[in-house]
C-alpha cells in the first residue's frame, strides 16, 4: 500500500542545534515529495518540495530536503534550529495527476532557548 | 488571492445537533480537499473532489457526515447529529491540477461537540 512514514514522533532540541527528520515512502511510481509546518495553532503551511530535477531542494527559513530515490526517502534537514521553529512537520507523497497527498502522521518538533 | 477561506473559525455545539462547515477555495484551483485533524489520529483525508464532483469519500466515517460542492467557489461538510468524538479540527483545502501543484490549506474549524 502506497504509504509515508515519518521516523520520529518528537524531536526535542537546543537552539543551534541541526536537524533531521526523516521521512520514507511506499511508492513505485513517479513522485512529487513535499514537507509542510504547522506552527502552534495555525494551518499547515508549505515549507517546501520536490517535483523534478535538483534532488536538494531549498525551502523558506533555512530549510532543505534531499530526494533520494534508492532509498524512497525525503528528509527534512536545518543546520541550526531556533525556538521559532518549534512545530509540527508533515511529509506528504504526491502521485499521479488527480490522487490526493498522502500524508505522514507527522513530528513535533520543540527548541528550547 | 485571500487563500483559502474557511467559517465558522471556531464552533460549540451540543451532541446530537447539525453542524456545517464552510470553505471556498482558491480561485481556479480545480481541487478541493477535507481534512480532519485529531491528537489521536493525526491528520486525515475525509474527501475531495475534482471539479466539483466527488472523486474519493472512502475517509468520510460514517453517514452522520457529508459533503458538497455545488459550484467552484463553495463546498460544506455536514455532520448530523454531530457527537462528542467528532470533535477536531476540520481543515478545507485546494490545489491546481498539475501533478506537482502546491496543496494550500485553510485556517482550520476547531469544532467541540459538548
Known amino acids: 500500500a502506497q504509504s509515508v512514514s515519518q521516523h520520529n514522533h518528537h524531536v526535542i532540541l537546543s537552539e543551534a542545534a541541526s536537524l533531521e527528520l526523516g521521512c520514507n515512502y511506499s511508492?513505485?511510481?513517479?513522485?512529487?515529495l513535499f514537507w509542510y509546518v504547522q506552527y502552534p495553532g495555525q494551518h499547515l503551511q508549505l515549507l517546501l518540495k520536490?517535483?523534478?530535477?535538483?534532488?536538494l531542494v531549498k525551502g523558506i527559513k533555512g530549510f532543505e530536503a534531499e530526494f533520494i530515490k534508492s532509498k524512497f526517502s525525503f528528509n527534512l534537514r536545518k543546520p541550526s534550529v531556533q525556538w521559532s521553529d518549534t512545530a509540527e512537520y508533515f511529509c506528504?507523497?504526491?502521485?499521479?495527476?488527480?490522487?490526493?497527498?498522502?500524508f505522514g502522521k507527522g513530528t513535533t518538533l520543540s527548541v528550547s532557548s | 488571492d485571500a487563500g483559502v477561506i474557511q467559517s465558522p473559525r471556531h464552533e460549540v455545539t451540543e451532541m446530537g445537533q447539525e453542524v456545517t462547515l464552510r470553505c471556498k477555495p482558491i480561485?481556479?484551483?480545480?481541487?478541493l480537499f477535507w481534512y480532519r485533524q485529531t491528537m489521536m489520529r493525526g491528520l486525515e483525508l475525509l474527501i475531495y473532489?475534482?471539479?466539483?464532483?466527488?472523486?474519493?469519500d472512502s475517509g468520510m466515517p460514517e453517514d452522520r457526515f457529508s459533503a458538497k460542492m455545488p459550484n467552484a467557489s463553495f463546498s460544506t461538510l455536514k455532520i448530523q447529529p454531530s457527537e462528542p468524538r467528532d470533535s477536531a479540527v476540520y481543515f478545507c483545502?485546494?490545489?491546481?491540477?498539475?501533478?506537482?501543484?502546491?496543496?494550500?490549506f485553510g485556517p482550520g474549524t476547531r469544532l467541540t461537540v459538548l
Open positions: 483545502a485546494s490545489r491546481a491540477g498539475g501533478r506537482g501543484d502546491t496543496q494550500y
Open positions: 511508492y513505485g511510481g513517479t513522485v512529487n
Open positions: 520536490y517535483f523534478s530535477g535538483d534532488p
Open positions: 506528504a507523497l504526491g502521485r499521479q495527476a488527480g490522487t490526493a497527498l498522502i
Open positions: 480561485s481556479g484551483h480545480d481541487y
Open positions: 473532489f475534482n471539479n466539483n464532483v466527488p472523486i474519493d
